[in-house]
C-alpha cells in the first residue's frame, strides 16, 4: 500500500478528476449520532458531515481552522447539490463507481484498501464518494448554464476564433480484455494472469471475434466500451493508448485483475461532438476544473443569494 504522503498528494491532485457516486437527493432523516447545524434549502448539513470534511482537510494538510473551512465547505457543496439535482445533471452511479475504482488503481490499492484508509483517517468511504461527486457534476452544471463551455462562448464562436475551422481529435472505439483475478486470490495468481493476459494479446483476432476469444480462455471477459475521444480518455489507459503500435494496449493491473484495451477502430474526426469535446478539454485544462473559474464563482454566488440558508 502506498504511504500516507502520497495518497495526500494524490487526493489533492487527482480527487477532482476521479471518483463519484450520483448525487442523491436530501433525505428527511439524520443520523443519531449526527445534529443539524445548517438546512440549505431543506437539504441538512450535520456536525458528522463536517467533522469528516474536516478530516478530509487534514488528510490534505489545509491549514487554519479546519471545522470552520469544513463547514463553509458543506454549505457550499449542499448549494451545489441542490442545483445539480435541479437541472438533473448528476454524473451516474456506474461513472462513480467507475472513477473510485480508478483512483484506488492509481494509488495501488484495491478499493478495500482505499477505503480501510478513508475509515482510518475519519473521512469514510460514503463521504469521499459524495465529494467527488459534487466535483465531477458541478462542472457539467456550469458548463451547460454557460453555453458549454467555461468561457461562456458557443461552439460556433469557438469555431469562428479558430478560423471557421472544427479542431480535429483522434476517435476511438475501444473494448476492454479483462482478466479476471478474484480478490481472495489475487496475491496467489496475480503474476500467473498478467502472463496469460500479455501472451493473449499477440493472438487477439478482433474485435469481432473478441467474446468468442475470451470464451477459449478461463475467467476473461469483454466489455465493449464504444466511441472514445482522445480528450476524454481516462488519464490511466492514455499512455497505454498513445504507445499502441497494434491492435491492443500494453497491461495494466487493475483491482478488477489484468486488463488491456483492444483498438478496433481508430480515426481522425471533426464533428461538432469531437468539437465540443476539444474545446471543453482545453477550458478545463485552463482552470484545472477547480473553483478559481469565474464562471463557477458567479454561479455560486447567485445560488447563495436566492438560497434558504439556516444555521444553527
Known sequence: MMGR????????????????VTIAAPVGTVQAASSVVAVVNNMPVTSGEVERRAAFLRLQRAKGNLRAMAREQMIEDALK????????????????????????????????????????AGVGVEHFKQYIAVQMSWPRVVNARYSGTAT???????????????????????????FVVPEKRRNAILGKRKA????????????????????TMRDVSIRDLGRVLAPEMPEDWKPLIEKADGQTTGTRVTERGVEYLAICMKREVNDDVAAEMV???ED????????????????LAELRKKATITER
Do not use: H, W
Request: net charge positive.
Open 5 to 20: 504522503q502520497s495518497l495526500v498528494r494524490s487526493m489533492m491532485m487527482g480527487v477532482a478528476l476521479a471518483a463519484a
Open 81 to 120: 447539490r441542490t442545483e445539480i439535482l435541479r437541472v438533473r445533471n448528476s454524473v451516474s452511479s456506474s461513472d462513480v463507481e467507475a472513477a473510485y475504482a480508478r483512483f484506488a488503481s492509481s494509488n495501488k490499492m484495491t478499493t478495500k484498501q482505499l477505503g480501510e484508509v478513508l475509515d482510518r
Open 152 to 178: 461562456g462562448k458557443t461552439l460556433v464562436e469557438r469555431m469562428q476564433a479558430n478560423g471557421g475551422k472544427k479542431p480535429v481529435t483522434t476517435e476511438y472505439f475501444l473494448k476492454q480484455v479483462i
Open 196 to 215: 496469460e493476459a500479455e501472451a493473449s494479446r499477440s493472438k487477439f483476432p478482433g474485435c469481432d471475434q473478441a467474446k468468442v476469444f475470451a470464451a
Open 279 to 281: 474545446f471543453r478539454a
Open 284 to 299: 478545463l485544462a485552463k482552470s484545472n476544473g477547480n473553483e478559481n473559474d469565474e464562471n463557477s464563482k458567479k454561479y
